[in-house]
T-cell receptor
Framework: AQTVTQSQPEMSVQEAETVTLSCTYD???????LFWYKQPPSRQMILVIR??????QNATENRFSVNFQKAAKSFSLKISDSQLGDAAMYFC????????FGAGTRLTVKP | NAGVTQTPKFRVLKTGQSMTLLCAQD?????MYWYRQDPGMGLRLIHY???????AKGEVPDGYNVSRLKKQNFLLGLESAAPSQTSVYFC???????????FGQGTRLTVV
């Protein structure tokens, strides 16, 4: 069964600085998709960024980018120029036939 | 366009009681999922469906049943509620495997 591991329960970053959240996954499949979702205190899940496994190029969305290492089964999220509004729980997700999530990383942004 | 709607938003059950949570989506999505979210454990997949009339077990299916008789609805049932099922339950849907998931607002269930 596919598993997703986020080894950092909590992370903290200074406003305007850069932070990287880690995610690893275990799968025997070659075709799959990876996502990062953000969950603020409102509990609403918000898509941050998406990566197709067949694409070698790392996805970017404005201040958010990923470092996708397929052989290492690693999918980290980099947030540049951190803002107070980035404070939230961040979940890494793996999708093939079903969609599995990691345990999450709580990000705190200090002013 | 309502997106994904969960009913109810809150519920308190006594041990042994049964209930059904309803998830409805109006986006013609093929895939639907039920998760439970507990502190420190992220979202754990209970059951999912890849199309009308299909269901499959996820990571933590015990104590739950599901049905997808209509494409737009995915029902989660608890036949005999236990305190261990106290959690926040989320429904989600996606059009296909590579598309964004849309989530309901969550259902906070307490079993006493």
């Amino acid at each position: 069964a596919q598993t997703v591991t986020q080894s950092q329960p909590e992370m903290s970053v200074q406003e305007a600085e850069t932070v990287t959240l880690s995610c690893t996954y275990d799968t025997s499949e070659s075709d799959y998709y990876l996502f990062w979702y953000k969950q603020p205190p409102s509990r609403q899940m918000i898509l941050v960024i998406r990566q197709e496994a067949y694409k070698q190029q790392n996805a970017t969305e404005n201040r958010f980018s990923v470092n996708f290492q397929k052989a290492a089964k690693s999918f980290s999220l980099k947030i540049s120029d951190s803002q107070l509004g980035d404070a939230a729980m961040y979940f890494c997700a793996y999708m093939n036939s079903d969609m599995r999530f990691g345990a999450g990383t709580r990000l705190t942004v200090k002013p | 366009n309502a997106g994904v709607t969960q009913t109810p938003k809150f519920r308190v059950l006594k041990t042994g009681q049964s209930m059904t949570l309803l998830c409805a989506q109006d986006m013609n999505h093929e895939y639907m999922y039920w998760y439970r979210q507990d502190p420190g454990m992220g979202l754990r997949l209970i059951h999912y469906s890849v199309g009308e009339g299909t269901t499959a077990k996820g990571e933590v299916p015990d104590g739950y049943n599901v049905s997808r008789l209509k494409k737009q609805n995915f029902l989660l049932g608890l036949e005999s509620a236990a305190p261990s099922q106290t959690s926040v339950y989320f429904c989600a849907s996606t059009f296909w495997r590579n598309t964004e998931a849309f989530f309901g607002q969550g259902t906070r269930l307490t079993v006493v």
